[in-house]
């Protein structure tokens, strides 16, 4: 569609990033901070066309997304709910942090 609109002597209107925030509660701060830690390292697979935030705030784990496409930003979120609940899972095994 972007070569026909150029062909045309039109220019293709590039359409905005699309975004997502998803927050998700700890019983916790220390156990947000755990989570942080253990998903903060996975960088994107992918270096262009999309980007994660991670910041805790109290016992809030913040997540924001940009992605230029829908497709990759299913995919990253999808990812990353996997790592989630793998690190939640691991949370329960194990228990709270020993002080």
Do not use: Y
Not at 46 to 74: C, F, N, Q, Y
């Amino acid at each position: 569609m972007e070569g026909a609109a150029a062909a045309a002597g039109g220019s293709a209107v590039s359409r905005p990033g699309l975004a997502f925030e998803l927050k998700i509660p700890f019983p916790s701060s220390s156990l947000a901070q755990i989570a942080l830690g253990s998903l903060a390292p996975d960088p994107e697979p992918r270096k262009e066309g999309i980007s994660k935030e991670l910041d805790v705030t109290e016992d809030i784990l913040h997540v924001r997304w940009r992605a230029d496409e829908a497709r990759i930003l299913r995919v990253s979120i999808n990812s990353f709910l996997e790592h989630l609940c793998l690190v939640v899972e691991t949370m329960d095994l194990f228990g709270p942090p020993v002080a």
